[in-house]
């Protein structure tokens, strides 16, 4: 009976569609009794579901001839939510919900959509997908509240999971969709058949984001565009979106590329781009589906998903470049990198962000885990280097890359010394750019070569050997850097290396040279001077190894095109070196007798004469100290006077008198028949030249000759302090006063008339009136010098006398005392008068003036600093008298050792 009466109201209902001769009729008619038709397909009864398909067949037929007539949607729509629907009753839903969506007005659509969204959770995939199609071009008319609240009562699937997954993922899809693509299927049609998935998606993607009607370009569009807007609407996470976001913006659209860098930049910055599930995700689009032939397997073709588009390529790489996490994903980097570098549809920029991938790489990676990986990125690298074919700028990163990848891991570099030497042999050949890349390549693989021992380590320094005098000055500046870099202070090669370089014709190069070999003293100025020799890290070589490797080298280039000829004479090095090498020798002299060396002033360098003379002595007596047979001294020596024949420097000069002065009674006798060699220095037109000359002139003669020969010597001089020029005066007014203090301080007397040093004495002292400064300054140091081993060998005269000759030691005294008082006096000069006024106390105890020295030095109250601590310094020498410190040699007795003694 029941089945009797659907009979009959079906027909009914047939009757009706048949009868409506309208569209509003039939309209009505439809959405009336669809509905309710579409749940008889549920009978038990085959006559009734018989005559239900006839009727749905008579339907589509007069609906689909009229795209005008509207379907009830909504209660479609809700019978399609109803759990109690069948799911045979569900599949025709769908087929009219697909029908009937599309005709509604947009805002209709758009009002519904979030209906649609509510019915995916639990449905059949296909009609998942069938719903997702059909929202895609909706998206863009939909109204987001503003609000949080409505807008998540809007979304209010979000809540389940699944649902969400599967909506981002066909957004991600229909990102993905190229406009090409769409033009290619025709209506109707199958979306993939004979085509291939396009970059980043799979032939499934393809299948259910294009469907049985797939949109044209324009319509496309319009949905990728309101993709982005929900997207950037807040209403999901910013990690879930981030990636539709990086493909949207990669769009070949402006519309749509523009929209989504707007989102994406808003949200960039929040981000947490080391969440593995984000940048995983970034790595899968850039990759496609790469999988292992044990998954491979089990993995369906159809879903494998091709590699990115270079388009969304370049969008991707910059975050992967941000991301710590993209870094330790090595597998998934390593495959980034060289499908950049070696891929199909790459191009420069590509390969030049996988080189950047590569540094992201070494900064973000421990060494532990870059260690399997580290060779295969350097094969990469150098092979991108020896293309010569590739971009200039791209082979200047891959340089840096390399040496980023030694500096992580230096047993890369180690392995492969003949890598570093390549790229000192392609400086000269590379563009300046890439010149300047293979200078911090070069600067990043140093460190790897320091914990080097040999015989590794003789490669090194000959790769730095090499170099170092190489034509090419960025070559030579890179094996200076090398040399500091990898080298400890006191080896050898290195230390011979900087020293050429500091005679380089380039400035920077030389300015650089100069600023490492003296960086010991420099960086330790603070320290105490007095070193502990157990330290292991020795700043400076040994003196007697620097000298003999100094040796060796220099006899191999005076036989060979790298001397130097100057006049008539031949060195082996051109004299900005040769002065370095003489000066740094000095140094490591120094720091062999246990002082850091102080090259500042000749007053430094006196004041730690005494600590170098013991050592100095010390090499002289020694037999293991000699070099291919002689002594070390004496060759530095020689060394000294091959320098000095050719070039006048003041600096060498004084390392020469330290030298000689710290051993006079062993090394002044070499200097006898060098005297008219002496003089010339001593007459020279550099101020401290000729000091430093007249000293060692003077303790040569003093030492070196007999007194018929000193007396012969001094009335030379003396003569020339009358007449000569400033020079000539000036130099031996200086030799006559160190000659005299050397003779009176000599252990061993020799007869010298008293009348040749009272013409002496006078000849000085006459100068002290001189107009010219450094004369009265020269008068003052000599007769300083000569006071402090003998009484001044003038009569005494009177303190009040008017007496104007110079001629008496009171008139040397009252001028002394009127330079210092004078204001017309430099603070050089009044120093140097307050010091000769203490030494006039020191030797004589029986000084008639003593006391007057000292209340004229209180009374003074000089306002200059330097002349305060002068005063105070002359004060307590005058006042020690034989006791001073005045009185000691200043090259071999320390100032505190000299007070012990006399003071006992």
Known sequence: MASRDEMVLLERVFLRVGTAETDDQLQNVICKFLPPVLLKLASEQDGVRKMVMELLVHINKRVRSRPAVQLPVEALLLQYQDPSTSPFVMNFNIIYLKLGYPRLPIEKQAEL??????????????????????????????????????????????????????????MLDMLLLPYGTTSEVRPGQGASDGLIAPPGMSEYALKRVTGENPLSPEGLEKAKVGIVKLLGADVFPEEDVVCHLVIASSDTRHSVAGCADMELRKISGSVNWNKPEVILKLYGLFRGTLLSKEKEAVINAEHKRTPANTRIKLKILPFLLKSREAANQLPYAIQVIFDCLYGTNTNLKLKSMAVQFVYHLCTSCTDIKMAPVGPVLLSGMTKVIADLSEESKLRGLAFVAVGRLCKLLPALAVRDIAMVQ??????????????????????????????????????????????????????????????????????????????????????????????????????????????????????????????????????????????????????????????????????????GAGELPDIESATSMKAQAPTMAVYVRQLLCNKEADTAGENAVHIYLLLIQQFLSTTRNSLVMMC????????????????????????????????????????????????????????????????????????????????????????AASPVKKNIALTHVQEAAKSIAVLLSSRNDVLVFAACTSLGELARSLPLPLPPGE??????????????????????????????????????????????????????????????????????????DALMSAALGSKSPYNRDVWTQTEKDYLTVSMV
Request: aromatic share 8%; charged share 20%; proline share 4%.
């Open 422 to 591: 390549s790229f000192f042999d392609l400086l000269p050949k590379e563009s300046n750019e890439n010149k300047l890349a293979i200078q911090e390549a070069i600067s990043l693989i140093a460190p790897a070569f320091k914990e080097l021992t040999a015989p590794s380590l003789f490669l090194v320094e000959a790769l730095v050997m090499s170099n170092i005098e190489a034509s090419e000055p960025l070559r030579r500046m890179m094996a200076l850097h090398f040399a500091d870099v990898v080298f400890l202070p006191n080896n050898l090669s290195s230390r011979y290396c900087m020293l050429l370089a500091t005679g380089d014709v380039s400035e920077e190069i030389r300015n650089e040279a100069l600023q490492l070999i003296h960086s010991a003293v420099g960086l330790n100025a603070t320290k105490p001077q007095i070193l502990d020799k157990s330290a292991d890290e020795k700043l400076f070589p040994s003196f007697v190894d620097m000298l003999s490797f100094i040796q060796t080298k220099a006899e191999s280039r005076l036989s060979s095109n790298a001397k130097v000829i100057v006049g008539t004479h031949t060195l082996p090095f051109n004299a900005a070196a040769f002065e370095q090498i003489i000066i740094y020798l000095h140094m490591c002299l120094m720091y």
């Open 656 to 743: 020469l008198l330290e030298l000689v002065a710290v051993a006079c009674d062993q090394l002044a006798m070499q200097f006898v028949d060098k005297l008219d060699w002496l003089q010339n220095f001593m007459y020279s037109g550099q101020l401290e030249m000729r000091e430093h000359a007249a000293e060692l002139f003077g303790i040569v003669v003093a030492v070196g000759l007999n007194g018929p020969k000193i007396e012969h010597v001094l009335e030379k001089l003396v003569k020339n302090i009358k007449e000569k020029s400033l020079e000539i005066q000036h130099g031996s007014m200086l030799a006559v006063g160190y000659i005299l203090q050397k003779w």
């Open 799 to 872: 303190l009040d006398s008017k007496d104007s000759s110079l001629a008496t030691t009171a008139a040397v005294v009252n001028v002394l005392f009127a330079k210092l008082t004078s204001s017309q006096e430099s603070n050089a000069i009044k120093e140097k008068a307050i010091n000769t006024l203490a030494k006039l106390c020191v030797v004589d105890n029986s000084f008639p003036w003593r006391r007057q020295i000292l209340e004229k030095l209180l009374d003074s109250q000089p306002k200059q600093v330097e002349i305060n601590f002068a005063t105070g």
């Open 113 to 170: 959509a979030s209906s649609l969204l509510e019915c995916l959770d639990g449905k059949p995939l296909l009609h998942q997908e069938a719903l997702l199609f059909m929202l895609m071009p909706v998206l863009s008319s939909m109204e987001i509240p503003p609000d949080p609240v409505k807008r998540k009562a809007l979304f209010s699937f979000t809540k389940k999971a699944r649902s969400v997954n599967l909506f981002m993922d066909y």
